[in-house]
């Protein structure tokens, strides 16, 4: 009785919040799976497609390579959560200098994610700073054009991401170890034990639900916020060799002429929700087993 009694007040609390959300979410959504049937020019026509746009981004596409583009960027979730978790412990342990080191790593963050693409454009170019570096220690051969080659250039992209986001998963990593009692650590270093042996028998374990965040934030921001690393960088090409799901929602919304192919765009978004939802399921489902053998 009680529980109904609060029931209408605590509904009425929520209401602007999901009111809000109703609009500034699920509203979008539910208009871009409706577009996505449709071949919607971004103004008046709106015919009804059925599937068609599905058909014919999956068939007359390149889409297995932009999929497979995806996935090999994918590479840089693991490799941030690792070197992050590597940082937090070095940070935690107050290695010398580590209220520096604790302030510079955060830096890359507060840079616009397209400065640091051009950045790293410039650093690679073939005349940049680091093929230079690499004639003058007479590794002429390896001094190639790093953007002209897909893998070349995917790898470039993976290194400036990994680059950007080991700030913020130390970050993260290292307020989750604050939950850690020290006694724990002070009786692993009384028992002998190392610094691999710390990290990956105490912490981790320990953390289980952090670095499924960390997993599971990454791997969404690698699926939708990867554009302006692309726009600065490569602009997706050679030709679709670096393109990406939402690069390609650009390209056909506006890259290739305005309102052109808005049905194909919404088509691919909604593509790119279901894969997104479809890995973070994945992701909680290895989570939750990895806790419970924990």
Partial sequence: MKLKRNFLPI?????????????????PIVVAVMKSFTNW????????VGLQNYVNFVKGGPFWMILRNTFILMINVPLQVFIGLVVAL???????????????IYTPQIISAVIIGFLFKIFFGFNGPFNSVLRAIGLEKIAIEWFGNSYTALAVIVFSVVWFSIGWQAIVILGGMSTIPP???EAAIIDGAGYWRRAFGIVVPMLVRVLEFCIIASGVWTLTQLFPFLFAMTRGGPGYETSTLDYMIY??????GF???YGTATAIAVMLLIL???LTLIEMRVANRADDWS
């Fill in 183 to 185: 006694s724990v650590f």
């Fill in 259 to 261: 309102g052109r192919d």
């Fill in 90 to 104: 070095l940070l935690y342990e107050k290695v010398k200098g580590w209220q520096v080191y604790r302030a510079v």
């Fill in 276 to 278: 997104v939802l479809i």
């Fill in 41 to 48: 020019d971004g103004l008046y026509q709106s015919d009804w």
């Fill in 11 to 27: 509904f009425l609390s929520l209401l602007p919040v999901i009111l809000i959300l109703a609009v500034l979410r699920v509203y």
């Fill in 251 to 256: 390209l056909k919304s506006f890259g290739l």
